[in-house]
């Protein structure tokens, strides 16, 4: 598969990217600084250069009643969402969804609520990575 391939399908579904050469490392070394700038609860996802989006998009999860209908309004394919939530989970600790039930939606745990909450009250310019499809819909 060619680069040109590997890079239309990762554009397609959502997947970010890190440019190449020197000039990509800036923002992996730099996710300390941006992390400082960010709630509390949240600090700990910062882990690279795509935490910011990953918090994002999570926070953007309640509001929905299943995964996979959260991703398709966010443009992105369900599993870089699931995956994306996943790393979150690993990276803050206590689970961020509580396991849907039959005939009840997937909910955030209280948990969750509370970093999404925090991520939801984050001012408007707190985003400073590539816009995704989610991004661009809402400017």
Known sequence: ???ANTTG????????????GGGS???ALHVADSAACHPEIS??????PHAE????????????????????????????LINQIRILEQ???????KRAERGRARQATEFGQQ???AVEEMPGDWWTGRQGPEDRRSS
Not at 43 to 48: D, L, V
Not at 62 to 73: I, L, S, V
Not at 91 to 97: F, I
């Open 9 to 20: 399908w990762a554009h397609r579904h959502g997947v970010p990217l890190r440019s190449r």
């Open 1 to 3: 598969m060619s680069v």
């Open 43 to 48: 600090r700990r996802a910062f882990t690279g």
């Open 25 to 27: 490392h800036h923002s």
């Open 115 to 117: 970093v999404a909450d």
């Open 91 to 97: 990276n803050l600790g206590p689970p961020l969804l």
């Open 53 to 80: 989006q990953r918090l994002r998009r999570f926070a953007r999860c309640p509001a929905h009643p299943t995964r996979t209908e959260a991703a398709h309004n966010l443009g992105i394919h369900p599993s870089v």
